[in-house]
């Protein structure tokens, strides 16, 4: 199993980027897939999930309508929209794969349950 992120980099304040994970190594179209990121000196944090079977869609609170994680099976290609970028959006953001097919909200919101995640890309935002 391999999860490559990219797209990271430094964004002001209310900017955009959107990050990818490309995935191999696994029948990425058979899992579901999240974002997490950990900020210096603070634990992984859970960013946004998306389920396999139906694409059903689980976010933070904190980037609820601001965020958009998506993925392109015929790609294996995982991606996070991200706009309206805030100072606190900073962090090494990683793309992880689900533990099994299936998994309920609160499981897929546990970096725990995912069972291979990436090196991550660098998001900074900042004036």
């Known amino acids: 199993v391999q999860l490559v992120e990219s797209g990271g980099g430094l964004a002001q304040p209310g900017g955009s980027l959107r990050l990818s994970c490309a995935a191999s190594g696994f029948t990425f179209s058979a899992y579901p897939m999240g974002w997490f990121r950990q900020a210096p000196g603070k634990e992984p944090e859970f960013v946004a999930a998306v389920t396999w079977r139906d694409s059903a869609t689980f976010y933070v609170d904190s980037v609820k309508g601001r965020f958009t994680i998506s993925r392109d099976n015929a790609k294996n290609t995982l991606y996070l929209q991200m706009n309206s970028l805030k100072p606190e959006d900073t962090a090494l953001y990683f793309c992880?794969?689900?533990?099994?097919?299936?998994?309920?909200?609160?499981?897929?919101?546990?970096?725990?349950?995912?069972?291979?995640w990436g090196l991550g890309t660098q998001v900074t935002v900042s004036s």
């Open positions: 992880a794969k689900g533990g099994s097919a299936g998994g309920s909200p609160a499981e897929l919101a546990r970096l725990a349950w995912y069972t291979y």
